[in-house]
């Protein structure tokens, strides 16, 4: 089994650092997204730092904002990396910068094993009430069904992460390759948190909604509302007892006793 980490990073380039080794493994695949607003020092540190690396890999840049297409270009850019450069790989999980694995790196490869064929992507089918406006305040939607009506039975929303298949994401490239009107309806249409609909139209869409699992396997805390809370010590019990692999939102400053503790505890599992 192996796994290609796709990590989205804008800033913290000792964070990045440690979160890499925190799921190291020479079999696996590392490839690290800086965004192209960020800091241009720390961009070339991270880069020499894994030099040495054959399996650390830093694709082209695009400028990201909060919010916007951007993140599915950084996202995409990530994935035709994976492609274009034929990596061997099973699963790709897609990670921030900020995240930091709560489960031991073999613990994740078997959890992979077990559900080998299983996709695991959070979704909704929109409109929903868990959602603001339903989701529909996001996009045209009859502008969306005028051009998929045919073929498509929804759309449908859910977080950011997600944890695929090399076959599932092949057939994503696949799809916008021969439907580059869809890339255009979400860059154009689609009024802000594309990346949290993008993939799961597609998916949901095809063959592969009959193997989801949804879950984006990842523990996050939304006490904060808008924003995921930053997790500290006093979070430390509820991450260990479930049953996620990974969690966020970490800071390198006001996480560091409770990723202190993960690395101790995770030694030992």
């Known amino acids: 089994m192996n796994i290609a980490y796709l990590i989205l990073a804008h800033k913290n380039p000792h964070q990045l650092e440690r979160l890499i080794k925190a799921i190291y493994n020479d079999k696996d695949y590392f490839i690290i997204h800086y965004d192209g607003r960020s800091n ?3 961009y070339k540190d991270i880069q020499k730092t894994f030099a040495t690396s054959e399996n650390v890999y830093f694709p082209k840049r695009h400028k990201c904002y909060w919010g916007h297409f951007s993140i599915v270009e950084a996202t995409l850019e990530c994935i035709k990396f994976l492609n274009n450069n034929q ?3 099973d699963y790709a999980i897609l990670l921030s910068g900020q995240d930091y694995p709560i489960k031991s790196p073999e613990t994740i490869r078997k959890f992979l094993i077990k559900n080998n064929g299983y996709e695991f ?3 909704e089918k929109l ?12 996009l045209n939607y009859p502008y969306f069904l005028g051009e998929y009506m045919l073929t498509f039975d929804g759309v449908y929303g859910g977080s950011q992460w997600w944890c695929l298949s090399k076959k599932c994401l092949e057939y994503i490239l696949s799809f916008i390759n021969t439907n580059p009107h869809y890339i255009s309806f ?3 249409e689609v009024y802000k ?7 799961q139209t597609i998916i949901m869409n095809s063959s592969f909604k009959e ?6 396997l990842k523990y996050i805390d939304w006490s904060k509302r808008t924003r995921p809370a930053i997790l500290t010590f006093k979070d430390f019990k509820k991450l260990i007892y479930s049953n996620k692999l990974f969690a966020r939102k970490f800071d390198f400053q006001k996480s560091a006793i409770l990723l202190n503790m993960l690395d101790k505890y995770l030694k030992t599992r």
């Open 40 to 42: 241009e020092t720390e």
């Open 87 to 89: 990596i061997t790989y």
């Open 121 to 123: 992507i959070h979704y």
């Open 127 to 138: 409109p929903n009430n868990n959602w603001k406006n339903g989701g529909m305040n996001r």
């Open 186 to 188: 979400f860059k154009n």
């Open 193 to 199: 948190f594309s990346d949290e609909m993008f993939f």
């Open 211 to 216: 193997k989801v699992i949804c879950n984006d």
